[in-house]
């Protein structure tokens, strides 16, 4: 999947019945995002409301954004927080944003924020968003400790200590075998 990150590709699909006149031909576009490439929403609302305003919230953000611009927005859910809770007045809902191509994570950042578009203050106000934040949470590189450093040192003069006292061990039992 790695070759069609961030991107799209058309299917041709092609329906036939037993009359000859019987054919319909479609084309299907079938986008291609990980969870890395979305945004969310995040309402202050629980999802049952959510739902039901979904479709003229997105139909609104579209207007606000322009012709180009379409909104796909996946399911609503309990907002999770980011210590793992559920968070059951809230509701999170990750969404994308296509035009004549995918826009990458900070496109969308930059598109959606209230100081590039003052528009949507009014529309977020509205329909109760606290804010847009990344879908899939931050993966922050892991950070070596002292600690982790102090255990490794530890290690590799336990490792480097056991080789020499197996050197040792081995000439002091020939010096041994030689004196008896």
Wanted: net charge positive.
């Amino acid at each position: 999947m790695a070759d069609f990150y961030d991107g799209y590709f058309t299917i041709k699909v092609s329906a036939s019945n037993r009359e000859p006149d019987g054919r319909a031909f479609t084309d299907v576009k079938v986008y291609v995002v990980r969870d890395r490439g979305l945004m969310k929403f995040v309402f202050s609302v629980p999802p049952g409301e959510v739902r039901m305003a979904l479709p003229d919230f997105k139909a609104e953000v579209e207007q606000v954004l322009g012709n180009p611009v379409a909104l796909n927005i996946y399911d609503t859910q309990f907002l999770s927080k980011r210590d793992g809770s559920l968070d059951f007045s809230a509701t999170s809902s990750c969404f994308q944003l296509v035009g004549a191509r995918t826009f990458d994570i900070k496109e969308m950042e930059r598109i959606m924020s209230l100081e590039s578009n003052p528009k949507m203050e009014a529309l977020y106000k509205k329909y109760n968003v606290q804010s847009v934040q990344r879908c899939a949470p931050f993966l922050a590189k892991a950070e070596v400790t002292w600690v982790q450093l102090c255990v490794l040192g530890i290690a590799a003069f336990i490792g480097v200590a056991s080789v020499i006292s197996g050197c040792v061990l081995c000439c002091s039992y020939n010096r041994w075998q030689r004196i008896r």
